[in-house]
C-alpha cells in the first residue's frame, strides 16, 4: 500500500508564492509519474498539472507560466511551485500518483489534499 502526504499549503497574498510537496511511502513516482489536481469549492476536481517519467509536463491554460511541476530522481517526490498565485487558485490540492497506465486506462493513488487559500 503506498501513502502519499502533502505538505506546503497555507495562506498567501496574491501574487505570493507557495511550494507543495507529496512526499510517498515508496518509489511510486518512477512508474508513470504524477499529477497535481484541486478542487475548489462549487467546482470540479480538475487535474492541472501532468509530469511523466521522462520528465514531460502538462499544464492547464489558467496556471500555465506560473506552475512548476517536478519529481525528485528517486521517484518518491513529487513537487508544485506556484507563483504568482491568484485568489482564484484556492482551493484544496491534491497529488496523485500513477501506478499503471494502459489501454486508455490510467489508475493512480491519491493523497489527502492540502488547503491553499490566496487573499486579494
Known amino acids: 500500500q503506498v501513502q502519499l502526504v502533502e505538505s506546503g499549503g497555507g495562506s498567501v497574498q496574491a501574487g505570493g508564492s507557495l511550494k507543495l510537496t507529496c512526499a510517498a511511502s515508496g518509489s511510486i513516482f518512477s512508474r508513470c509519474g504524477g499529477d497535481w489536481y484541486r478542487q475548489a469549492p462549487g467546482k470540479e476536481r480538475e487535474m492541472i498539472s501532468r509530469i511523466n517519467r521522462a520528465n514531460v509536463t502538462a499544464y492547464i491554460d489558467s496556471v500555465k507560466g506560473r506552475f512548476t511541476i517536478s519529481q525528485d530522481n528517486a521517484g518518491n517526490t513529487l513537487t508544485l511551485q506556484m507563483n504568482s498565485l491568484k485568489t482564484e487558485d484556492t482551493a484544496v490540492y491534491y497529488c496523485?500518483?500513477?501506478?499503471?497506465?494502459?489501454?486508455?486506462?490510467?489508475?493512480?493513488?491519491w493523497g489527502q489534499g492540502i488547503q491553499v487559500t490566496v487573499s486579494s
Open positions: 496523485a500518483a500513477c501506478y499503471n497506465d494502459r489501454y486508455d486506462n490510467r489508475y493512480e493513488y
